[in-house]
């Protein structure tokens, strides 16, 4: 199949199609705010990492942790689980 591409064009443009009238403005259209979309991506992305990084910085440097024998504080020997294993 042979067709000559240059008479297709021609055809093409000689022809009065309503549904191409606005094709390069709609095309152009959605090209900006595919931009648009891909900037507040961005932007979101680059303040998230900020946030991040701003509470890693306000954390500081962590200690050791303490000892986890005791988690709920010093009375945890006067808790009920043990109090009934020394009636036993």
């Known amino acids: 199949m042979k067709t000559d591409i240059d008479a297709a064009l021609r055809q093409l443009a000689a022809a009065d ?9 709609a095309v ?6 595919r931009r648009e979309a891909r900037v507040g991506i961005r932007m979101a992305a680059v ?3 900020g946030a991040v990084a701003l509470g890693t910085v306000a ?30």
Do not use: C, H, M
Not at 17 to 25: H, I, K
Not at 28 to 33: C, D, K, Q, W
Not at 59 to 88: K, M, N, Q, V
């Open 17 to 25: 199609n309503p549904d191409l009238e606005g094709l390069e403005d």
């Open 28 to 33: 152009l259209a959605g090209v900006r705010a």
């Open 47 to 49: 303040a998230g990492i």
């Open 59 to 88: 954390a500081g440097p962590t200690s050791a942790p303490t000892s986890a024998t005791a988690p709920f504080g010093a009375g945890a020997s006067l808790a009920p689980s043990t109090l009934l294993l020394d009636e036993r």
